[in-house]
Nanobody, 123 residues
């Protein structure tokens, strides 16, 4: 069993930056791929970014490519999502999730989820 807790969300203005963190407990994070997803009001949850267990491979949704960076520190059991040049359309609850095996874009592939952290970007 893996427990995930996200933090770092908040209210910012367009163009600002935020760094989300995901703290894992229960198991060593180093054996899991990690993904970040988000869900805006009235919309389905969508993929944002994913990173392999080693951190050597990453993948991004087109909507965040070049603005967001996913990373991890397995020694600290932490994952991160650095978000720059935020836009109002980035407003959502952001979730981290982990899975054994390769990184995936599909939320159905992930085994454990955090409770989410709210990110609100004002124009």
């Amino acid at each position: 069993q893996v427990q995930l807790v996200e933090s770092g969300g908040g209210l910012v203005q367009a163009g600002d930056s935020l760094r989300l963190s995901c703290l894992a407990s229960g198991r060593a994070l180093s054996t899991y791929a990690m993904g970040w997803f988000r869900q805006a009001p009235g919309k389905e949850r969508e993929f944002v970014a994913a990173i392999s267990w080693s951190g050597g491979s990453t993948y991004y949704a087109d909507s965040v490519k070049g603005r967001f960076t996913i990373s991890r520190d397995n020694t600290k059991n932490m994952g991160y999502l650095q978000m720059n040049s935020l836009k109002p359309e980035d407003t959502a609850v952001y979730y981290c999730a982990v899975r054994r095996g390769a990184r995936s874009l599909s939320m159905n592939d992930y085994d454990y989820w955090g409770q989410g952290t709210q990110v609100t970007v004002s124009s």
